[in-house]
């Protein structure tokens, strides 16, 4: 009995000596996502895209041998709760890396909580130009969505054909609404230089009430409107904006960026919808550019029970396979390691190869714009046709 106890022992403390993956441990990635609030219209679903990820990925046996698990926190959408989550989740629950939050307000403030504690951080959604600046840039911050830059000057693309000079503006007063507007307003006076900004509405974000905004801008007569409004935020001023009269006075001329085109936001507006105008989407179901798309959005139909699955949902999912890839690169769940390997790191994703630049750890991650047109099959807008504009010109 004393030989045996004396094995047992020896086996369990060499046991610990065995390194993480040897052991079969938990890679714990904490994911702090806005799940409550008008922002939970992007939020939750690119949750479910990083779950889906996750559950594929530990089917197949994990990384480096190890099942990853996912521990999601509301943010509520507010930057002091994104940082008291993010640190909870790195004291608290001893998470090896961190992926999430939706705004602009809430990315930054959490880098600096992985830049703190020397943890990677992969920012799937926040555009804000300030979150890899070069005075914000920090060994351990990476995104994989678009920037404000690349949307901006996206849209003075498509604007820059339409017969019109005289535009307005409206957007969130933070981070993002303030950075997208301005790349809009600089690309679009270099491609018509005769264009002029008549009018910039800057309603608090999770504005109720657009009314007087609308009014306002009503009162300048454009002939086209800037919007990047987005989620639950974008539906509430569309439907206020509707019975106003406001996008017959534009005559349709409307570009609404933050994913006013993505399925979340079509289908909960329904015919409510402003038929006509234009907005982008980062992916949809209906857009297949490759068979890997094709597949991946029947899984994802198949995953979340929906015959039109979420367009967020390849955030989530990209976010996670492109840590999934640094870690099995680096060998290692070191966040100095797996820091290194996601430099210039380019992955095969559903909707094509991406790769996250050295210079600013940036993805170069383009969206798909077009005009909304209702599909009666489905009783709800898509982009017709759905575009997918190359970001590469756009980015610096």
């Known amino acids: 009995m004393l030989r045996r106890s004396l094995l047992v022992t020896l086996t369990a403390a060499l046991a610990l000596l065995l390194p993480s993956y040897a ?25 479910k895209g990083a779950q889906m990820y996750v ?23 507010n930057a002091d709760e994104a940082v008291r989550v993010a640190r909870e989740l790195i004291l608290k629950d ?3 890396f961190l992926v999430g939050t939706v705004t602009s ?3 930054p403030a959490v880098s600096v909580v992985a830049k703190e504690n020397k943890i990677v951080f992969i920012a799937p959604i926040p555009k804000t130009d300030q979150l890899t600046a070069p005075e914000k840039l920090h060994p351990y911050v990476f995104r994989v969505a678009a920037n404000t830059t690349v949307e901006g000057r996206s849209a003075a693309e498509v604007v820059a054909k339409w017969n019109v000079k005289q535009i307005a503006t409206i957007g969130p007063d933070y981070a993002y609404g303030q950075d997208v507007t301005r790349a809009f307003v600089s690309w679009i006076k270099k491609l018509k230089p005769g264009v002029e900004i008549v009018d910039q509405e800057w309603p608090k974000l999770g504005e109720a009430d657009y009314t007087p905004f609308i009014n306002a801008m009503m009162g300048k007569k454009p002939d086209a409107v800037f919007s990047c409004l987005w989620g639950g935020f974008f539906v509430t001023f569309a439907k206020q904006a509707k019975p106003l ?31 006509g105008i234009w907005g982008n989407s980062y992916d ?11 597949d991946y959005a029947e899984r994802l139909s198949k995953y979340l029970k929906d015959p039109y699955p979420s367009s967020w949902a390849i955030q989530g999912y ?10 099995k690169k680096a060998g290692s769940t070191d966040s100095e390691k797996v820091a290194k ?31 909304m047109t209702l599909d009666p099959a489905i009783g709800f807008a898509v982009m017709k046709p759905p575009t997918y504009i190359d970001p590469s010109r756009f980015m610096d």
């Open 318 to 327: 990209t976010g996670m396979q492109f840590l999934v890839e640094a870690i």
């Open 284 to 294: 949809a179901f209906y857009w297949h550019p490759s068979p890997a798309h094709r």
């Open 23 to 47: 052991r079969g441990e938990k890679i714990k990635v904490g994911f702090p996502i806005i799940l409550s609030g008008g922002g939970a219209l992007f939020g939750e679903p690119a949750m």
């Open 94 to 96: 001893n998470v090896d």
């Open 341 to 371: 390997a996601l430099l210039g790191l380019t992955i095969d994703t559903p909707i094509g190869r991406q790769t996250l630049r050295e210079k600013d750890h940036q993805a170069d991650r383009g969206q798909l714009y077009g005009k």
């Open 55 to 77: 559950e594929e990925i530990n089917a197949a046996g994990g990384v480096l041998g190890r099942p990853i698990e996912l521990i999601v926190r509301d943010t509520k959408g």
């Open 105 to 107: 307000a809430e990315g």
């Open 245 to 275: 009269g406001l996008f017959e006075a534009v005559k349709l001329n409307v570009i609404a960026v933050g994913e006013a085109g993505s399925p979340e936001t079509a289908k909960t507006m329904g015919s409510d919808y402003p038929f």
